[in-house]
């Protein structure tokens, strides 16, 4: 028993070194225009700057890491990387297990798409596993179809596998508006959660300190909107 607290320990003191010297950011790199790997195999889209920006003004040298989403939680907490920033609603389950920053994005909705406008949406539907979407799903009574990425949901809608999928409409309206009237919204917005938030480890409160006080820098000087706007058009909800 000393033998293991001894080791919790001492994994503890080395994930706090690390993020002393270099602050590794956790992002799934699937997820436009959230996140997504670009042509030269980078961490690129809306977080990317907006991560790169809050790193400079909180004074911090920051490195970007990808993790698949089933595990981007349990991967934090063990040490693989310093924070989540990966389009990631804020809940009161998740707040259990890790702690999140302020919002820097508003609480937008969540939608469904189909082949059809009149899909029915008690049927069949796809979401990505572990995330809030695939929670709703399984509250309205119809029959969740989970997949550990976002792609392979839009696949089950255009296979036939699936009804209809539920998504961020963030996510959803690039590929509704280049599907060339295939992919259609079908239903009403659905409101789930709060805003998207940074998570870091509990223990972490001074490096969520520093990136609250970021977040909050550049929601006072306007460029967080800009930066909204920039990557979810003009429409998308600001501060």
């Known amino acids: 028993m000393k033998k293991l607290a001894l080791s919790v320990a001492a994994l503890a003191l080395t994930a706090g070194l690390a993020s002393a010297q270099t602050i590794r950011m956790g992002t799934e790199g699937a997820y436009p225009p959230y996140n997504f790997i670009n042509d030269a195999g980078q961490v690129d889209g809306f977080e990317r700057e907006l991560g790169d920006e809050l790193c400079k003004r909180a004074e911090l040298t920051?490195?970007?890491v990808t993790n698949d989403w089933d595990s981007i939680i349990p991967n934090l907490v063990s040490g693989n990387y310093d924070t989540i920033i990966a389009g990631m609603t804020i809940t009161p389950e998740r707040d259990e297990v890790i702690d999140f920053t302020q919002d820097y994005v508003p609480a937008s909705p969540s939608a469904y798409v189909a082949l059809s406008a009149d899909a029915d949406l008690s049927g069949v539907i796809a979401a990505q596993t572990g995330t809030v979407q695939a929670a709703h799903v399984a509250e309205t009574g119809a029959t969740l179809l989970e997949f550990p990425t976002p792609?392979?949901?839009i696949a089950a809608v255009r296979n036939g596998e699936a009804e209809a999928v539920l998504a961020d409409k963030d996510f959803l309206k690039p590929i509704v508006d280049e599907s060339g009237g295939e992919l259609v919204?079908?239903?009403?917005?659905?409101?789930i959660g709060g805003g998207v938030g940074m998570g870091v480890r509990e223990s972490d409160t001074e490096l969520k300190g520093?990136?609250?006080?970021?977040?909050?820098?550049?929601?006072?000087d306007g460029t967080l909107n800009e930066l909204l706007k920039k990557w979810f058009g003009d429409e998308a909800l600001t501060y």
Not at 185 to 191: L, M, N
Request: glycine share 4%; hydrophobic share 40%; charged share 40%.
């Open 151 to 153: 792609d392979e949901t």
């Open 210 to 220: 520093k990136f609250d006080a970021a977040i909050q820098s550049m929601k006072d």
């Open 62 to 64: 920051c490195e970007w």
């Open 185 to 191: 919204f079908a239903g009403d917005d659905v409101s």
